[in-house]
Nanobody, 126 residues
Framework: VQLQASGGGLVQAGGSLRLSCAASGLSLDSYAMGWFRQAPGKEREIVAA????????YYPDSVKGRFTISRDNAKNTVYLQMSNLKPEDTAVYYC????????????????????WGQGTLVTVSS
Protein backbone atom coordinates (compact mmCIF):
# COMPACT_ATOMS: atom_id res chain seq x y z
CA VAL A 1 0.00 0.00 0.00
CA GLN A 2 1.44 3.33 -1.01
CA LEU A 3 0.24 6.91 -1.22
CA GLN A 4 2.50 9.06 -3.35
CA ALA A 5 2.12 12.81 -2.84
CA SER A 6 3.55 15.17 -5.41
CA GLY A 7 3.22 18.70 -6.74
CA GLY A 8 4.90 20.67 -4.01
CA GLY A 9 7.41 23.39 -4.70
CA LEU A 10 8.32 27.02 -4.26
CA VAL A 11 5.69 29.62 -5.07
CA GLN A 12 5.27 33.31 -4.38
CA ALA A 13 2.57 34.57 -2.08
CA GLY A 14 -0.71 34.81 -3.96
CA GLY A 15 0.23 31.97 -6.26
CA SER A 16 -1.30 28.54 -6.74
CA LEU A 17 -0.25 24.91 -6.61
CA ARG A 18 -2.02 21.63 -7.14
CA LEU A 19 -0.95 18.65 -5.09
CA SER A 20 -1.69 15.10 -6.18
CA CYS A 21 -1.90 11.92 -4.16
CA ALA A 22 -1.75 8.74 -6.21
CA ALA A 23 -2.54 5.43 -4.57
CA SER A 24 -1.25 1.98 -5.29
CA GLY A 25 -2.19 -1.22 -3.55
CA LEU A 26 -5.59 0.10 -2.48
CA SER A 27 -8.70 1.45 -4.15
CA LEU A 28 -9.31 4.98 -2.98
CA ASP A 29 -13.05 4.70 -3.57
CA SER A 30 -13.14 2.66 -0.35
CA TYR A 31 -11.51 5.40 1.69
CA ALA A 32 -12.20 8.89 2.88
CA MET A 33 -9.20 11.07 2.21
CA GLY A 34 -7.49 13.93 3.91
CA TRP A 35 -4.67 16.37 3.36
CA PHE A 36 -2.64 17.44 6.38
CA ARG A 37 0.33 19.72 6.78
CA GLN A 38 3.10 20.13 9.28
CA ALA A 39 5.26 23.21 9.56
CA PRO A 40 8.58 23.18 11.46
CA GLY A 41 7.97 23.21 15.18
CA LYS A 42 4.22 22.83 14.80
CA GLU A 43 1.79 19.98 15.09
CA ARG A 44 0.29 18.26 12.08
CA GLU A 45 -3.02 19.84 11.12
CA ILE A 46 -5.83 19.02 8.74
CA VAL A 47 -6.26 21.27 5.71
CA ALA A 48 -8.90 19.35 3.76
CA ALA A 49 -10.91 16.15 3.81
CA UNK A 50 -13.31 14.46 1.43
CA UNK A 51 -15.73 11.62 2.02
CA UNK A 52 -15.70 8.33 0.17
CA UNK A 53 -18.69 9.47 -1.83
CA UNK A 54 -17.08 12.80 -2.66
CA UNK A 55 -20.22 14.63 -1.56
CA UNK A 56 -18.85 15.89 1.75
CA UNK A 57 -15.78 18.01 2.29
CA TYR A 58 -14.19 19.71 5.27
CA TYR A 59 -11.85 22.68 5.50
CA PRO A 60 -10.60 24.52 8.55
CA ASP A 61 -11.14 28.28 8.56
CA SER A 62 -7.46 28.89 7.84
CA VAL A 63 -7.79 27.57 4.28
CA LYS A 64 -11.52 27.79 3.56
CA GLY A 65 -12.14 29.52 0.25
CA ARG A 66 -8.53 29.03 -0.86
CA PHE A 67 -8.07 25.23 -0.89
CA THR A 68 -10.19 22.67 -2.71
CA ILE A 69 -9.95 18.92 -2.31
CA SER A 70 -11.20 16.63 -5.06
CA ARG A 71 -10.96 13.00 -5.96
CA ASP A 72 -10.85 11.03 -9.19
CA ASN A 73 -11.56 7.46 -8.24
CA ALA A 74 -11.03 6.28 -11.81
CA LYS A 75 -7.44 7.52 -11.57
CA ASN A 76 -7.12 6.45 -7.93
CA THR A 77 -5.92 9.95 -7.16
CA VAL A 78 -6.86 12.77 -4.82
CA TYR A 79 -5.98 16.39 -5.43
CA LEU A 80 -5.53 19.53 -3.38
CA GLN A 81 -5.86 22.75 -5.33
CA MET A 82 -4.34 25.61 -3.38
CA SER A 83 -4.76 29.22 -4.40
CA ASN A 84 -3.96 32.61 -2.92
CA LEU A 85 -1.14 30.96 -1.02
CA LYS A 86 0.34 32.69 1.99
CA PRO A 87 3.75 32.35 3.65
CA GLU A 88 2.01 30.67 6.61
CA ASP A 89 0.96 27.86 4.26
CA THR A 90 4.59 26.77 4.09
CA ALA A 91 4.77 23.18 5.34
CA VAL A 92 5.17 19.58 4.36
CA TYR A 93 1.83 18.36 3.03
CA TYR A 94 0.68 14.79 3.54
CA CYS A 95 -2.21 12.87 2.08
CA UNK A 96 -3.90 10.18 4.13
CA UNK A 97 -6.64 7.57 3.77
CA UNK A 98 -9.13 6.21 6.27
CA UNK A 99 -11.78 3.49 6.10
CA UNK A 100 -13.09 4.36 9.58
CA UNK A 101 -15.83 6.76 8.52
CA UNK A 102 -19.18 6.38 6.82
CA UNK A 103 -19.76 6.88 3.10
CA UNK A 104 -20.62 10.57 3.37
CA UNK A 105 -18.45 11.45 6.35
CA UNK A 106 -15.06 13.05 6.68
CA UNK A 107 -12.56 13.04 9.49
CA UNK A 108 -10.36 15.89 10.71
CA UNK A 109 -8.46 13.69 13.17
CA UNK A 110 -5.06 12.40 12.13
CA UNK A 111 -5.43 9.47 14.51
CA UNK A 112 -8.29 8.08 12.43
CA UNK A 113 -6.25 7.79 9.26
CA UNK A 114 -4.74 4.44 8.37
CA UNK A 115 -2.39 5.16 5.50
CA TRP A 116 -0.12 8.13 4.91
CA GLY A 117 1.88 9.43 2.01
CA GLN A 118 5.49 10.52 2.35
CA GLY A 119 4.81 14.25 2.17
CA THR A 120 5.59 16.98 -0.32
CA LEU A 121 7.11 20.32 0.63
CA VAL A 122 5.30 23.55 -0.16
CA THR A 123 7.23 26.77 0.33
CA VAL A 124 5.50 30.11 -0.08
CA SER A 125 7.77 33.14 -0.31
CA SER A 126 6.64 36.62 0.67
Amino acid sequence: VQLQASGGGLVQAGGSLRLSCAASGLSLDSYAMGWFRQAPGKEREIVAAVSRSGYSTYYPDSVKGRFTISRDNAKNTVYLQMSNLKPEDTAVYYCAATWRVNLDSTSDSASRYDYWGQGTLVTVSS
